[in-house]
C-alpha cells in the first residue's frame, strides 16, 4: 500500500470488480487468482470466452489462470521489478506509452525511461529467465490496449523489494494511460474479507481513520475533542517490529484480536520466543487458537454469522452484514468487549448497537461520511470515498487527476531478494494459499469435506521429483536455514524446476517455520515468496 | 415500448425477451432452461407463447420483444403445449417432490402446478435413482435431471470451470464430469454453481439432505468472511437448532452476481463447531487455563495493562485488530488501544 500511496496518493485498487467488462487486456502478475479470489478469476475467465478480454499471466507457478492466457510467463522468483522494466522499456522504445496522459497527469517519465533503457529483452531475459521474445510479446500486446488492467495480490507485496514492486505496477499503468478510466486501474486484490476497512478504520500505527495522519498537530487536537481523550503524538509501531522488539524483550503486552501470527507470521521460532517473553497477552478469539493458548486472559468472540455490522471489500465497497444465529454461550460482540474494557478504563461509551458506532465513524472518517446503513442497504454497498449523503461512491478513482495531484514515476533499480538458492539450498521456496483452505485455517479447517479435499502438501516440479527419486503423494523434507518440515509432495508439471510451492495453511506442516523473516524496508512485509531451501526424501 | 400480453398492455424494455417483460410486470410463464446468468437455451420448450404475425409457438426466453406485439400464453393451444413439455418432463424422471430436497423451490413443481398436473402421464418401470455421491459436498441424482443444460451453461459460462457437459446420446443423454469421471475425482472445484442453478432436485448440496424444507429456513443475508472479493451470502438458517443449514450466494449482488467458492458456499461449519470459545479463560500459576466471568477476566485485563502503561510506558503495548472482523471492531479495538492505552501500537496483519 505504501508503494501506491507514494504513486497516486491513495493505496488501496484504484478500480472496480465490474471493469473487467471493459478492458481488452489483463496482466495478472503475483496473484494465484483462482486459488486465492476464485469469483474474481471467474469474471475474468469470463471475459477471455466472450471473447473481450485477452490475458498475460506472469507467475513462477503455471497457475490455472495461465490457462485462459493468450501469453503466460514464468519468471525466476523475485524478478518482478525486472520482468515490469523489461515491458516498460519495450513499450517506450517502440513508442506506445500514452504520451498524452504522461505529459498531463505524470511527473519523473525521464528518470523512469533512463532507469528501464537497460532491460532490454535480452538483459530481461538473462535476470529473470523469461524469454526475451516473450518480453517483446508481451510489451507488443499490452502497449497496444486501449485499456489494460493490471491484477495483482501477495506475490507482488510479499517481497524485501515489495514496495519496489507495488511501484513498478503503478509506473506500468501510468505509462499507458491505464489510470482513471473504467476498465484499467492497480488493482492489488486483498487477502481477507476485511483488510481494507481494517486500514480504512485506522487498524495501522501511523493513521487515524481514513489515513488521517498521525503527528500532524491540527489532526492530533481533532481526534482529542473528538474522542475526548488525550492521546500519543508518537506513531506506533508495525507488527513485525513489535515482535522483534518483543523478542528482545522491549514489549510488555500484547492485546490481539481475532489473529493468528503463530501460523501466519515469518519464522515462527522467533515468534513464539517473542510471544513468551510478554509479561501479559490478551487474545480475543472465536477458538483457542495456536496464538490463544499462549495467552494469560482469552475472550470469546463471534463469527461473521451472529453480527451485523460492515466489510470494506477489496473494491473500496462498503457492505452490510446482518446477524443469522445467535453466538454460543457467554461469547460477545468484538465491539461489545470492547466497550467494557473502555468503561473499566474511565471512558463512557454508550453504544447499543453496531450501527451507532458505523454514524460514529462516519464522522471522523471523510471518506465515509455520506454512507448510512440505509444507503449502503439500497445500494448493495458503496465504493468510497463518498463524502456525501447525494454522493452516489466512487467505483473508480483517479478519474481526471490524481488523489495527490500529479502521479509520481519512479526509476526502480532491480534488486534480488534478501535469500538466493546456494549450493547448500539449492531450491527456490514460495508460499502461498490454495483454494480450499483460508489463511491460517482457523475457520477454514472445521470444516471437514475441506480438509479431505486438501490437505496439507507441498508442489514439486517433475524434474525436481525425479531428481529426489521422490513419486505423487510421498514424503518430503524441506529445510531452510530456519528449520525443517515434512509433507506430502504433489508432482506437477504446473512448477517449474528448481522451485517448490507450500501453503501456509497448515499447523502441520507450517510453511512460516521455512519463511525468511527479512523486511521490505518501507512496508515491513515479511519476503514470504522467496526463501532458499533443500528437498530430502522423508 | 409496450406489447400486449394476454390482453393487456405492458411495458417492456428495449433488449428484453417476452419472457423477461412477462416477469417484470408479474405474469408468470414457466421456464426450466432459461436463466438469467445463463441466458436463453431455447431448449426445454416449457415457455411457448402465441405471437400474433408469427407461425408455430414461440419460446418467449429467446424471442426479443418489439413494440406493438401482441402475445398470448394463456391459451389453451399456449398451455396443452405447456402442459405435454412438462408433463412428458414428469414422465421421464424420478420427480417424487414427497421425499425430494427441492421441493417448495422447484421450478418443475412450480410449472406442473401452474399446469395443473398432479402425474406425469406416463411411467417407466425402470426408473431407479442414479445417485453419484462422490464429491465432497454436491451431489448429483441423474433421475432427476431434466437435461435442460442450466448446471453445464453454469460451469462453462459463468464460473467457466469446464468440467460438466453433456455425455451419451438422445436417450441416454446425461450430464458428465470430464470424460465422464465420478463427481469427486473429477476436476470439479465443488463451487456449487451448479446446485444454486439447478431448476430441479437433480444437484444439490449434500449435506443440506435431510436438515428441513426449503420453507422452514430463515434468508438472511449476509457478507462471505473469506477473502476480500465481498461475495454476499444467503444463510438459511433453521432456527430451532439455531444454525446454518446451506448458503447460497445471491444473484443480484454486484460483488458475486451469486457466485461462491467451495469456502464461502460449504465452509461455515466453524460457526456451529463444539470447538467455540464460551467463556473468558484465565490462565492460572500453574499455566492451566481455567474458566472466568466477563467480570473477573475484564478486570484482570484492565489492572494488569494499565500497570504496565503507567511502569514501562504506553508503547510497551500492542494492539493487533482483525481483518476478519467488521469496519466497527475495528474502529471500536484503536479507539480503545489509543484513548485508554495511550499507544499508536496498532496493527493487522495486512501483510500477511
Known amino acids: 500500500m505504501a508503494g501506491l500511496a507514494a504513486a497516486f496518493g491513495s493505496g488501496a485498487m484504484t478500480n472496480d470488480i465490474a471493469g473487467i467488462k471493459k478492458s481488452d487486456v ?11 479470489h476464485p469469483v474474481i478469476a471467474a469474471r475474468i475467465k469470463q471475459a477471455v470466452n466472450e471473447g473481450t478480454l485477452k490475458l498475460i499471466v506472469i507467475d513462477p507457478k503455471h497457475i490455472k489462470m495461465a490457462d485462459f492466457a493468450t501469453i503466460y510467463a514464468s519468471q525466476r522468483p523475485g524478478t518482478d521489478v525486472a520482468v515490469l522494466n523489461g515491458i516498460m522499456n519495450y513499450i517506450i522504445q517502440h513508442g506506445l506509452e500514452d504520451k498524452d496522459f504522461i505529459k498531463e497527469r505524470v511527473e519523473g517519465f525521464e528518470e523512469l525511461k533512463k ?28 502497449g497496444n490496449a486501449k485499456v489494460a488492467a493490471l491484477y495483482y495480490a501477495m506475490g507482488i507485496t510479499q517481497h524485501t523489494t515489495g514496495v519496489d514492486n507495488v511501484k513498478s505496477t503503478a509506473n506500468l499503468q501510468m505509462l499507458c494511460g491505464n489510470m482513471g478510466v473504467e476498465g484499467g486501474g492497480v488493482n492489488p486484490l486483498r487477502g481477507q474479507s476485511n483488510v481494507q476497512g481494517a ?19 491540527e489532526i492530533h487536537v481533532k481526534m482529542e475533542k473528538f474522542w475526548q481523550a488525550e492521546l500519543n503524538k508518537k506513531p506506533g509501531i508495525p507488527m513485525t517490529v513489535a515482535f522483534d522488539k518483543a523478542y528482545d524483550g522491549e514489549m510488555k503486552a500484547f492485546y490481539i484480536m481475532g489473529e493468528n501470527p503463530m501460523i501466519s507470521d515469518p519464522d515462527l521460532n522467533h515468534i513464539e520466543k517473542a510471544i513468551k517473553n510478554l509479561d501479559f497477552l490478551v487474545v480475543e478469539d472465536i477458538f483457542l487458537t495456536e496464538t490463544a493458548k499462549m495467552a494469560d486472559v482469552v475472550l470469546p468472540a463471534s463469527t461473521y454469522a451472529e453480527k451485523d455490522g460492515t466489510f470494506t471489500n477489496t473494491e473500496r465497497r462498503v457492505q452490510v452484514l446482518h446477524k443469522a444465529v445467535d453466538a454460543p454461550g457467554q461469547a460477545k460482540h ?11 478504563f474511565g471512558y463512557d461509551w454508550n453504544y447499543s448497537c453496531a450501527e451507532d458506532i458505523f454514524e460514529e465513524i462516519r464522522r471522523c472518517t471523510p471518506s465515509y461520511a455520506g454512507m448510512t446503513y440505509k444507503r449502503l442497504e439500497k445500494n448493495r454497498g458503496l465504493h468510497w470515498p463518498c463524502p456525501t449523503e447525494d454522493h452516489p461512491g466512487t467505483p473508480v478513482l483517479h478519474v481526471g487527476k490524481f488523489a495527490k495531484g500529479k502521479g509520481t514515476m519512479f526509476a526502480v533499480p532491480f534488486k534480488e531478494p534478501a535469500e538466493l538458492p546456494d549450493k547448500e539450498y539449492p531450491i527456490y521456496l514460495t508460499t502461498g494459499r490454495i483454494l480450499q483452505q483460508f489463511h491460517t485455517g482457523t475457520m477454514s479447517r472445521k470444516t471437514d469435506g475441506l480438509n479431505n479435499i486438501a490437505g496439507p502438501h507441498a508442489l514439486v516440479s517433475v524434474e525436481d521429483a525425479e531428481e529426489l527419486g521422490i513419486g505423487n503423494s510421498e514424503n518430503i523434507k524441506i529445510t531452510s536455514r530456519r528449520g525443517s518440515i515434512v509433507t506430502k509432495a504433489i508432482v506437477t508439471k504446473r512448477m517449474p524446476k528448481g522451485t517448490i510451492f507450500v501453503p501456509f495453511h497448515f499447523h502441520e506442516a507450517p510453511a512460516n517455520i521455512l519463511t525468511n523473516n527479512a523486511l521490505d524496508p518501507i512496508a515491513k512485509i515479511p519476503e514470504y515468496k522467496v526463501a532458499a531451501c533443500k528437498l530430502e526424501k522423508a | 415500448m409496450k406489447i400486449t400480453l394476454n390482453g393487456k398492455i405492458i411495458e417492456a424494455k428495449q433488449g428484453q425477451t417476452i419472457f423477461q417483460a412477462a416477469r417484470d ?11 438469467e446468468k445463463t441466458g436463453p ?45 412438462v408433463d412428458l418432463l414428469l414422465s421421464t424422471g424420478r420427480h417424487n417432490c414427497l421425499s425430494c430436497e427441492k421441493n417448495g423451490n422447484c421450478d418443475l413443481q412450480k410449472a406442473a402446478y401452474y399446469l395443473g398436473i398432479e402425474v406425469g402421464s406416463f411411467q417407466y418401470a425402470d426408473m ?69 442453478l439447478c431448476p430441479v432436485g437433480a444437484i444439490i448440496d449434500k449435506r443440506a439432505v435431510g436438515k428441513g ?24 438458517v433453521d432456527r430451532k437448532t439455531n444454525s446454518i443449514v446451506k448458503i447460497r450466494g445471491v444473484e443480484d449482488a454486484p460483488t458475486n452476481e451469486g457466485m461462491l467458492c467451495v469456502k464461502g458456499r460449504y465452509g461455515f461449519d466453524f460457526v456451529g463447531s463444539d470447538e467455540r470459545l464460551t467463556t473468558p479463560l484465565i490462565k492460572d500459576a500453574d499455566g492451566e487455563f481455567r474458566e472466568a466471568s466477563w467480570e473477573e477476566a475484564t478486570d484482570l485485563i484492565v489492572e494488569k495493562l494499565s500497570f504496565i502503561r503507567d511502569t514501562y510506558g504506553p508503547d510497551t503495548i500492542m494492539g493487533l485488530t482483525s481483518a476478519k472482523a467488521t469496519n466497527e471492531e475495528n474502529y471500536t479495538f484503536q479507539k480503545l488501544i489509543r484513548t485508554a492505552l495511550k499507544t499508536n501500537n496498532v496493527d493487522h496483519c495486512a501483510r500477511l
Open chain 2, 25 to 35: 410486470n408479474g405474469i408468470y410463464i414457466p421456464t426450466l432452461c432459461y436463466h
Open chain 1, 334 to 344: 468484538d465491539w461489545e468487549i470492547h466497550q467494557m474494557l473502555a468503561k473499566k
Open chain 1, 115 to 142: 532507469e528501464v533503457a537497460k532491460f532490454t529483452p535480452e538483459y530481461t531475459e538473462k535476470i529473470t529467465g523469461i524469454p526475451a521474445k516473450t518480453i517483446e510479446e508481451i510489451g507488443e500486446l499490452y
Open chain 1, 199 to 217: 486500514c480504512d478504520l485506522a487498524g495501522l500505527p501511523n493513521v487515524y481513520c481514513g489515513y488521517q495522519k498521525i503527528g500532524v498537530e
Open chain 2, 213 to 236: 424444507r426449503e420453507w422452514e429456513f430463515d434468508k438472511v443475508e449476509t457478507i462471505c468472511p473469506y477473502c476480500g472479493v465481498g461475495c454476499n451470502l444467503e444463510l438459511n
Open chain 1, 26 to 36: 489483463a496482466l495478472i502478475i503475483g496473484s494465484d487468482t483462482s486459488e486465492a
Open chain 2, 128 to 196: 431407479k435413482p442414479d445417485i453419484d455421491d462422490s464429491s465432497e459436498f454436491i451431489q448429483i441424482d441423474r433421475s432427476k435431471c431434466i437435461s435442460c443444460g442450466r448446471c453445464i451453461a453454469a460451469c462453462n459460462n459463468v464460473v467457466v470451470n469446464n468440467v460438466l457437459n453433456f455425455g451419451y446420446r438422445g436417450h441416454e443423454t446425461q450430464i458428465v464430469f470430464d470424460t465422464n469421471l465420478p463427481m469427486g475425482g473429477s476436476s470439479c472445484v465443488q463451487c456449487g454453481e451448479c446446485s444454486q
Open chain 2, 41 to 85: 437455451a431455447g431448449k426445454c420448450r416449457a415457455c411457448v407463447v402465441e405471437v400474433e404475425g408469427m407461425r408455430g409457438l414461440q419460446t418467449s426466453c429467446s424471442v426479443l420483444a418489439k413494440d406493438g406485439m401482441v402475445v398470448t400464453s394463456n391459451s389453451e393451444n399456449v398451455l396443452d403445449a405447456q402442459r405435454l413439455v
